[in-house]
């Protein structure tokens, strides 16, 4: 009998609030680190979104937050093609803007988390 209770006081303990807390808060840390270290990962590789505007000297490619232009082209169809290529390299976003000022088209060469169904 007393072999039983000693067997017993070990899966008693095995099982008690505090040990079982600690093992289940020790794995949500470690799911936290793991997220935010694949989330860091992430961020290092993508790239800055690339936006075609107007410009004095014609059309700029413009990454995001840069007060400076990437490239300047006398065409639109020329900066769209550079910020095409840029977008791709980055896996980024290609925002157009038109003719009247009005941001008229936006095209996503990244990664897709919520791909479109169909």
């Given at each position: 009998m007393e072999g039983f209770l000693f067997g017993a006081s070990k899966i008693f303990y095995?099982?008690?609030?505090?040990?079982?807390?600690?093992?289940?808060l020790l794995g949500l840390v470690a799911q936290y680190r793991y997220k935010l270290e694949r989330k860091s990962q992430n961020q290092k590789i993508m790239g800055k979104n690339q936006f075609v505007v107007k410009h004095p000297n014609g059309w700029a490619v413009k990454g995001a937050g840069n007060e400076k232009a990437t490239r300047v082209t006398s065409t639109q169809k020329e900066a769209i093609n550079v910020g095409k290529t840029i977008a791709k390299n980055q896996g980024t976003e290609l925002t157009i803007q038109g003719m009247d000022g009005k941001f008229r088209q936006k095209d996503s060469y990244g990664k897709d988390n919520y791909p479109p169904k169909g």
């Amino acid at each position: 009998m007393e072999g039983f209770l000693f067997g017993a006081s070990k899966i008693f303990y095995f099982f008690s609030l505090p040990n079982f807390l600690s093992t289940f808060l020790l794995g949500l840390v470690a799911q936290y680190r793991y997220k935010l270290e694949r989330k860091s990962q992430n961020q290092k590789i993508m790239g800055k979104n690339q936006f075609v505007v107007k410009h004095p000297n014609g059309w700029a490619v413009k990454g995001a937050g840069n007060e400076k232009a990437t490239r300047v082209t006398s065409t639109q169809k020329e900066a769209i093609n550079v910020g095409k290529t840029i977008a791709k390299n980055q896996g980024t976003e290609l925002t157009i803007q038109g003719m009247d000022g009005k941001f008229r088209q936006k095209d996503s060469y990244g990664k897709d988390n919520y791909p479109p169904k169909g």
